[in-house]
């Protein structure tokens, strides 16, 4: 089967660095996407891996583990408005996205 | 450039009454999705076109069809709701469809209720 597992909710503090793992087993893999989904809202994508490895981008950074269906989103210098639900999700051999069910990432003053 | 469009924004619907979702795309992506979101579970594929005049069944597609007569409109039909059919759906469009960073772009969602 298939399978994303991310945790169901963290809290961290303004300002500071925040990891969020995800996990995954999947038939097929062609690449990794971080989406940000604030309440209420759509999902907006943040990041895309295919590749082992760290792609930086501004506060967001997203590492892959390919060999152990393993990636994390870093979210440095927190702020209030990265309060929401980030959702990890892996594009298989069929070209189409297998979801985590989303961290809800709470940040406190 | 408005990107994604869905109607109704929301809507209350009796079970058993017929309803189609909106979704209209002005980016020419040739992929388009319909997913549902629950409260604890991830996006569930409900159908999928990767090109205009080609549809696809998704993890959960009973009870929903779709059609896909040109580029920019992908409508999802309930039949006959069920009160299991409660939820967020959400409409998305991707460029690629089959291959390549399959990078989607979510409309602003339809909230359904059925009673």
């Known amino acids: 089967g298939q399978n994303i597992d991310q945790p169901t909710e963290m809290t961290a503090t303004e300002g500071a660095i925040v990891q969020i793992n995800c996990t995954y087993q999947?038939?097929?893999?062609?690449?990794l996407f971080w989406y940000q989904q604030h309440a209420g809202e759509a999902p907006t994508f943040l990041s895309y891996?295919?590749l082992d490895g760290l792609e930086e981008k501004g506060r967001f950074s997203s590492f892959l583990s390919r060999s152990k269906g393993y990636s994390y989103l870093l979210l440095k210098e927190l702020q209030m408005k990265d309060s929401a639900s980030y959702l990890c999700?892996?594009?298989?051999?069929?070209?189409?996205?297998?979801w985590g069910a989303g961290t809800k990432l709470i940040i406190k003053p | 450039i408005a990107g994604i469009t869905q109607a109704p924004t929301s809507q209350i619907l009796a079970a058993g009454r017929r309803m189609t979702l909106r979704c209209t795309q002005d980016m020419r992506h040739n992929a388009m999705y319909w997913y549902r979101q629950d409260l604890g579970l991830g996006l569930r594929l409900i159908h999928y076109s990767n090109t205009a005049g080609t549809t696809g069944k998704g993890e959960v597609p009973d009870g929903y069809s779709v059609s896909r007569a040109n580029t920019d409109d992908f409508p999802l039909t309930l039949a006959s709701a069920v009160p299991s059919q409660t939820s967020v759906y959400f409409c998305a469009s991707s460029e690629a469809g089959l291959a390549g960073s399959n990078e989607q772009f979510f409309g602003p969602g339809t909230r359904l209720t059925v009673l």
């Open positions: 891996n295919v």
């Open positions: 999700a892996v594009e298989d051999s069929n070209y189409q996205l297998i």
């Open positions: 999947t038939s097929g893999f062609n690449g």
